[in-house]
């Protein structure tokens, strides 16, 4: 909202948590639409795109940022745990990418990220289904940005006179200090505080600001990449 942007938003269960953020949006001058949903819903990444292009004319960036965090060895993991944390962590990356895209290739431009993690770099014990879910999203980001590139040229809409297009690219958080975080036993996190270069946890506002830069029009010439904002986990 802050460079100018107006937002429609989806909150699963924190409703005090949606309406401050709506405040803070107007704050800011500009227009939000937040509404309760669960991504892991094929219905829902339509609706969304449908509030956005309805009130404002088109769909211009679309974040996937969603996510479940499930601690438990995956000899233990039953089939509904495994398609319980595949809907929010994979499906509705799926759906809400899948939706972007067909808006975008039919406007020629826009912008796509996926929040995945970096937790498939450094492979922690006990998240198998969750590490399983962020690698998929690297691919499914990969391929469709591959995919719209050569459909793009196909069209003849490949780049915008301006330099726009349309690109699509995943940030890779590591440990962020985020409420998800109460969910990792105290173990667990000193053991990967230990690997983290920077010696620390990340903040909010450090992921913000890389989201930032690929849905603005400097990272024009961006796309298909891997970002990560992790501290130094992956290097």
Not at 79 to 98: P, Q
Request: net charge negative; hydrophobic share 45%; glycine share 12%.
């Amino acid at each position: 909202a802050k460079p100018g942007a107006n937002l429609v938003g989806v909150y699963h269960s924190d409703t005090e948590g949606a309406a401050l953020v709506q405040v803070q949006i107007e704050a800011e001058g500009r227009e939000a639409i937040i509404i309760r949903g669960d991504t892991g819903d094929p219905t829902l990444a339509g609706r969304l795109s449908s509030e956005a292009i309805d009130r404002w004319g088109s769909l211009d960036i679309w974040i996937n940022n969603a996510a479940q965090l499930m601690v438990k060895p995956l000899i233990e993991t039953t089939d509904e745990d495994w398609h319980g944390l595949l809907a929010a962590n994979l499906h509705g990356f799926f759906y809400g990418s899948r939706e972007a895209a067909r808006v975008m290739y039919g406007q020629g431009h826009g912008r796509i990220i996926n929040i995945t993690s970096a937790a498939d770099v450094l492979v922690v014990a006990n998240l198998g289904a969750y590490i399983a879910a962020k690698g998929g999203i690297l691919g499914l980001t990969k391929t469709l940005a591959r995919e719209a590139s050569l459909l793009l040229a196909r069209s003849g809409k490949l780049t915008e006179p301006d330099g726009i297009g349309l690109t699509i690219n995943t940030v890779t958080p590591g440990f962020i200090a985020t409420e998800m975080l109460e969910h990792i036993p105290e173990k667990v996190l000193t053991q990967v505080l230990s690997h983290i270069p920077l010696g620390r946890l990340g903040k909010p506002a450090e992921v913000a600001r890389v989201v930032h830069f690929l849905a603005a029009d400097a990272s024009s010439y961006i796309t298909g990449q891997v970002w990560g904002v992790n501290g130094g986990m992956d290097m």
